[in-house]
């Protein structure tokens, strides 16, 4: 999957496997959902789920990571679905990937390397392109001889580096070390610029929307900036960072729409995302977009609170955006049903007033697309950077 398919195209067919385990860490584990959002995640890529394969064990094998029951259990699935590779929701390591290459004859990719993937499927800017490639090398470097078999060649001869029987994969090694080198040198001449362009915007208030992937940030930017961002019912449609100018009223304000998280977002693009996640991180004010029409919305929420607390913008203030309220549904429990309610059986209304009733975070209902409440929000949000420019500069004549 290293480019999205045509229509036309043949198009990878992968077997999704997941592991749950008390011995992995709780983010870790492996479930129905997760699993199911590996298979948009593959969607996303190009390709198409053919078979998936879930198991519970008291702790992952070291070599195989699965059971020896479950590989033979996938090889023939491999050989009955024709299936092309076989994506674990997990992190593999290195030995465990090379073994289950082996094993299953097809390509093995773990959920970090098909994001990575998506990444560079995506990613538009020059900024975006060097650090997607940054991600890439740095995921690569310890997996070297599982990805490459030609690599455990010996190279022999007089006059090599090392002297003879030098193995290549050392020499790959070296190369990817050193372009490691050149690509963090250039994102920090490009940070440093970036560092400059935001240092000269002056003083107006920085808001960034944060959120899920695929939750409707783009299609909300679109909506108050009255801009053309690209959005897309995908994962991952947003990738490099846009900022617009906003005027609501006499306040001008700057508004950024960043790359959306996602449960076990790889730490290397986290790294390598540096300069993007800045402007969450320099931001006086976060819009958390949630679709609320997703069941798992709350984990999502979770997800990206963990996130921003990773990047060091956990203390940020925050108002949560509950975009989507056109597509929510929920099943009405029967008069006589006295089972406990779940989040399936709770109205919209029912969910509104639980979360105004916590008065830690201001909230708002809102669907971008049918432009509901979306007045109430421009309102909301001209209060609150009104509030956060008159406190900084209280004889700015933008107020007055």
Known sequence: MEELKENNAPRDRAILVGLSSPRLDRKENA????LEELGALVETAGGVSVGVVLQTLPSPNPHTFIGEGKVDEIRELVKSQEATMVIFDNDLSPSQMRVLCEEFGVQVLDRSGLILDIFAQRAKTKEGRLQVELAQYQYLLPRLIGMWTHLERQRGGTGTRGGAGEREIETDRRIIRNRISKLKEDLQKIDRQMAVQRSNRGS????ALVGY???GKSTLMNLISKSEVFAENK???TLDTTVRKVVFDN????????VGFIRKLPTELIESFKSTLDEVREADLLLHVVDISHPQFEDQIAVVKQTLQDIGA???PVYLVFN????YTYVEKEPDDLTPSTRENRSLEDLKQSWIARANTPCI????VEKINIEKLRSDLYGMVREIHSGRYPFNNFLY
């Open 251 to 258: 306040l001008p304000f700057l508004l950024s729409d960043t």
């Open 31 to 34: 479930d129905e959902e997760s």
């Open 204 to 207: 107006m208030v920085r808001v």
């Open 235 to 237: 994962l991952f449609a």
């Open 365 to 368: 209902f809102i669907s971008a």
């Open 314 to 316: 956990g203390d940020k």
């Open 213 to 215: 992937t695929n939750v």
């Open 324 to 327: 989507k309220v056109d597509a």
